[in-house]
């Protein structure tokens, strides 16, 4: 059955004038159809989406779809676009398909598919493509990849049935470009044959597994277990450790480092098949980073002889450790070229690992190392090694374990060379020199300590002749008074002429005391002279020696200079002074617990408890706890207790007080262990949060207004963050086609983007910085694989205290399709328009925004856009242009005005006369009129003759002197001129 146009028209005229709708029966009466037929109708209409059908139980009732019209996007499609009708008719190809057939518009449409350009081009997979289209024709849909490439391009394919608005059947092709994707897929198959060679013949023992059960072993995984891969994989790892225990706790080790830092490293031991124990270094990490629970790659290396040979070097250097005991130097290795190593317990203890950790600590140096210092290292150690230098020396800062970075100085020699005379281990000392970089701790060692450490100190040596009071220094003495580190011998010194006068007194009195057996040794700090003329202020301590073959006594000591620590003395007063003021100054509540009681609280304390300075220092351990809310007492107590007793505690707490004068306020504190007047302490600060707290309540009840508005729109709304989907409303879930949204959070945003919309939305994203997002079009991927069209706009914010993406979207997949129906049905009347005979003038605002090519014909022009923007009365003859706006004014407010005779003036200035009639309506939102007018010249002077004919005929009739009348055809007299009246 051939639909006919007339009848659409008819069937949509009528349901325009029922919006409410109308059901079959009803709209028969209307339109001169049987049921059967307006079905057949409806059917059509509903399918291009031009009229919706809702149901009242039974019933259907039918309305007119009323949708916003968009662009098309096929001509801007990735893919190559082509719609064909019955016998293979093209009636559409987009540019991308032009281009690739280096055919233009014209050389394809209305035409045969096979006497065009596409047969030849397709010329290798034709036959099969023809097929498929006929098919296609038949309502058969097929997707696909071309079973051969096409100039070098490889295609997949797919085809679909359509059916345009007045129920033709065609089908759409699309060509997707999928040579690059081809060639990715080759890369990555061979990407995978190399990596599964690396992984078959590695020295290093590989496994993958998950939720440690083996999925994969490598050959040496085998070796060193001593299992065959069928008796691994499909097993759990627990066959490998000898308890539960172990095994256990392995694997929460491995798990936790992975969550911190991405990758694992520890030891264990492992029992092979055969029960021996090994050493192992085992190695993890997550094969998805975002996903821990999909699999983990273990990488094993036996160690066991390592260790072995370890065991043997300790033991062969107990004895040195012995001689180390009683020093501040720990003992180190080091690998040559790797720089790796190790440290024993004192080492160990310099950068601040537990004293009572057993065995050696591995060490990665250029880690440890800071990371300024590590070239100066690594020269000093070039030095050694190829002879510079006959020992390894150098001073450098490392890592300590609370973070921070200490000072060492490190000495050591080649240990071990290879078979052709290579370095391969150097061994040495360490010493921490963190306090003599710093001058002030350098100061309280001992003579002994500073004796030992002398030759890698700051210290200069110095002797004085008790007789003359002169004496010399060394070079490291010479470089604290500012000589050259280069100059040779030592410096000759009158060390009372050096001397601050204010402070020579002093220095000669603890020398006489010295010298009369009054003290053991003589010490003073004091300043002296520098040799740029600055005071410096110095420590020196000596001691008399025995008596020289030629009588002369003399004093050996040490000198130090301390100006930077006196002047950081001096600064640390001046900051003390400042701290006590902006702790006294502070908002936030300080207190100092020792045994549960206050000792000390500042001002911002007193204010938050309520209680007077006195009040609050007199209460006690439990008075303190009972100004803890009842609901948080036990919590805050175990925290208190454990403070105590230095477990460990959580820093930061939150909890209710209760204030003397019985209100309850909310506060934060953070607590810490300190030393307070020689005894341990707790310090706490206090922050009241009260209006925070009574914020969050009120943000959480609004936030549960809005998920109830949220769940309940008809439109869908997500969140997602790092193109993770973290939430999705019950809308969105129904518009995507899945059951509920945990089939949905957690997947990333791409998987439910249509692949050509893909790049776009990446780019969106990047660039999404601020404010809301303009509303675009898009294409999602329901569950079913159907493609849905959606309007989309975001805005970016703040989701669970991290940047996320709020997105909004609507399914308009039915709106989409009405669209394109309504451009269709836009073309088509445009068309009628432009051949139209009759001239057709559309203004706005008095502007001219329309006119077809019959006004341009019949104003004597050759393009019609010449009138664009003109004003319409420009065209009208002055005389007629009052009566224009008259008519105007009436088709703006939509009453009907009839045809009106006018004159319009033409390109040449000539005049033409016409009859038009206007017609309100609306364009892009605002109040036009659409003019349509007809050219009456021709019948204007036709008219014009007829009257200037009969004028003449009167004017002899007049003048004659015989009797001259005319009747009419009902026989009546309808003239007589003036002689026959006489």
Known sequence: MVLSSEVTAQIKEVLEKHPEGLSITDLVKSVDINRNTAGRYL?????????????????????????????????????????????????????????????????????????????????????????????????????????????????????????????????????????????????????????RSIFTVSPVGIAMAANRIFLEVNDRFCQITGYSPAELVGKSARILYASDEVFEEIGTTYMRQIRERGSSSTETQWVRKDGTVIDINLGATALDPANISGGITFTALDVTESRRAEKALRESEANLQLALDGSEMGMWEIEIPSMKGSIDERAAAILGYQKSDIGSYRADWDTLSHPDDVPFIHQRLIDHLEGRASIFESEHRMRHTSGRWI???????????????????????????????????????????????????????????????????????????????????????????????????????????????????????????????????????????????????????????????????????????????????????????????????????????????????????????????????????????????????????????????????????????????????????????????QAEQALFESEEKFRSIVDTTVSGIGIHQEGIIRYINPAGVRILGYAGPEEIVGRQVMDFVAWQF??????????????????????????????????????????????????????????????????????????????????VLLHRDGKVIYANRALARILGTEDADDFLGKNVLDLIHPADREAIRTNIAQDLTGAPTPFMELRMIRADGSLVFVEGRGVGTTIDGKPAVLVAINDITGRYRAVQALKESEERYRNLAEASQDIIFLIGRDDRVEYVNSYAAA
């Open 43 to 195: 059917e059509n209409l509903l399918l291009s989406g031009q009229v919706e059908m809702r149901r009242f139980g039974m019933a259907k009732m039918y309305t007119l779809a009323k949708r916003l019209p968009v662009s098309s996007v096929l001509s801007i499609s990735s893919e190559l676009v082509m719609q064909l009708v019955h016998h293979q008719r093209i009636i559409y190809a987009n540019d991308k398909l032009l281009t690739f057939l280096g055919a233009s518009a014209k050389d394809l449409f209305g035409k045969n598919l096979e006497f065009t350009q596409f047969a030849v081009v397709f010329e290798d997979v034709y036959p099969e493509l023809l097929d498929r289209f006929r098919r296609g024709l038949k309502g058969e849909e097929w997707h696909g990849e071309l079973s051969r490439p096409v100039q070098g391009r490889s295609f997949f394919c797919r085809v679909a049935p359509t059916v345009s608005n007045e129920g033709t059947k065609g089908v759409s092709v699309l060509l997707e470009d999928i040579t690059d994707q081809k060639r990715d897929e080759v890369r990555i198959r061979e990407s995978e044959a190399r990596l």
């Open 407 to 693: 000072w060492v100085v490190g000495r050591g020699k080649i240990t071990r060379r290879s078979n052709d005379g290579l370095c391969t281990r150097i061994s040495g000392t360490m010493q921490d020199i963190t306090e003599r970089k710093r001058a002030e701790r350098a100061l309280r060692e001992s003579e002994a300590k500073l004796q030992l450490s002398l030759a890698g100190s700051e210290m200069g040596m110095w002797e004085i002749d008790i007789s003359t009071g002169k004496g010399s220094g060394d070079e490291r003495c010479s470089a604290i008074f500012g000589y050259r580190k280069g100059d040779e011998g030592r410096m000759d010194m009158d060390w009372e002429a050096l001397t601050h006068p204010d402070d020579l007194p002093l220095v000669q009195k603890r020398l006489a005391d010295h010298l009369s057996g009054r003290t053991p040794m003589y010490e003073s700090e004091h300043r002296m002279r520098h040799s740029n003329g600055k005071w410096i202020w110095i420590i020196g301590r000596g001691r008399v020696t025995p008596s020289r073959s030629d009588g002369t006594r003399r004093i050996l000591g040490t000198m130090l200079d301390v100006t930077a620590h006196r002047q950081a003395e001096q600064a640390l007063r001046e900051s003390e002074q400042k701290y006590r003021y902006l702790v006294e100054q502070s908002l936030q509540g300080l207190t100092i617990l020792q045994n549960g009681r206050p000792v000390f609280a500042n001002s911002a304390m007193l204010d938050i408890s309520g209680y007077s300075h006195e009040e609050y220092l007199a209460l006690s351990a439990g008075e303190m706890i009972a100004t803890v809310h009842p609901d948080d007492r036990s919590t805050i107590a175990k925290v208190m207790a454990d403070r105590l007793k230095g477990k460990k505690f959580a820093a930061e707490n939150e909890f209710r007080i209760q204030r003397k004068d019985g209100e309850i306020r909310w506060v934060l504190t953070h607590g810490s262990l300190i030393s307070y007047r020689g005894t341990p302490a707790v310090q706490i600060t206090y922050f009241d949060i009260t209006d925070r707290k």
């Open 758 to 839: 893909r790049e776009e939305v990446l780019e969106r994203m990047d660039t999404l910085s601020g404010g809301m997002a303009p509303v675009d079009f898009e294409q999602f991927v329901r569950k079913d694989g159907i493609l849905v069209d959606v309007e989309v706009t975001g805005a970016p914010f703040r989701y669970n205290e991290k940047p996320a993406v709020l997105v909004v979207f609507s399914d308009i997949t039915k709106r989409k399709l009405a669209e394109d129906a309504l451009k269709e049905s836009e073309d088509r009347y445009r068309k009628l328009v432009e051949i139209s005979p009759n001239a």
